[in-house]
């Protein structure tokens, strides 16, 4: 595509029997956000896996600005551009704030030494606990880490999975509008795996609609949202 991103191309993943992705396709464009929408089971968490090379796609091409993934190891991928922030962010407790984000810091193609500083900037409460271990943190705080871990390999494509889970809607809210910034500030291309439909529709672009490992429907966010009987009828609202 002329405007380079991420392109997803008739991608099927299974595990052994079970088909969890069939015939997928999706388009995230560079300083765009796309929701990836659909009940528990649709195949969401799959696709970012499948996105970010954990888990391989039986068939399909997946390409970053031309360069094709599908056959790289993960490590590679995430130096290519893709950061994976996964459900549940998958922070190391043990470990420091700080040496969080460095950790985060060693997938970047090039060194930044005022990275984390940005990510302070940033997210300003873990700037008073760089020192202390990510099990201290409350669940929003360690959710910024694991968004900030992820920015620190300077990607150009930034996969969430589930961000909002288990959180208050005023940290909901940030996380929201800390999207919004990063698309509008940095032309980050987000793809955002999100239960709560509402609040990924309110940040969004593009939406895609999974059901049962299927694309249902690809439209802007906006349509997907005043469209009742797709909202009732795959996102419980």
Do not use: C, W
């Not at 790289?72 to 984000?101: F, K, Q, S, W």
């Not at 288990?166 to 929201?176: C, N």
């Amino acid at each position: 595509m002329p405007d380079g991103g991420l392109d997803v191309k008739g991608v099927t993943t299974s595990y052994g029997a079970v088909r969890a992705l069939e015939d997928v396709s999706l388009h995230a464009a560079p300083a765009t956000i796309t929701a990836v929408l659909g009940a528990n089971g649709a195949g969401k968490t799959t696709l970012l896996r499948t996105i970010s090379g954990l888990v391989r796609p039986d068939r399909g091409t997946i390409t970053l600005d031309g360069t094709e993934l599908t056959v790289l190891p993960v490590e590679v991928v995430a130096r290519l551009g893709v950061g994976h922030v996964p459900e549940g962010g998958g922070v190391i407790r043990e470990l420091t704030v700080e040496d969080n984000l460095r950790l985060g810091g060693f997938l970047a193609a090039d060194r930044d030494r005022n990275a984390a500083s940005e990510i302070y900037e940033m997210f300003p409460p873990l700037a008073s606990r760089r020192r202390q271990p990510a099990f201290t943190l409350s669940g929003g705080e360690r959710q910024m880490l694991a968004i900030g871990r992820a920015l620190m390999a300077k990607p150009r494509i930034l996969l969430l999975d589930e961000p909002s889970l288990g959180l208050a809607p005023l940290i909901v809210a940030q996380i929201m509008s800390l999207l919004q910034r990063l698309r509008d500030e940095r032309g980050l291309g987000v793809v955002l795996v999100e239960q709560n439909a509402r609040s990924a529709l309110s940040v969004a672009d593009t939406a895609v609609v999974l059901n049962l490992g299927r694309v249902v429907k690809t439209d802007a966010a906006a349509a997907v949202a005043a469209d009742e009987g797709l909202r009732h009828a795959y996102l419980g609202f």
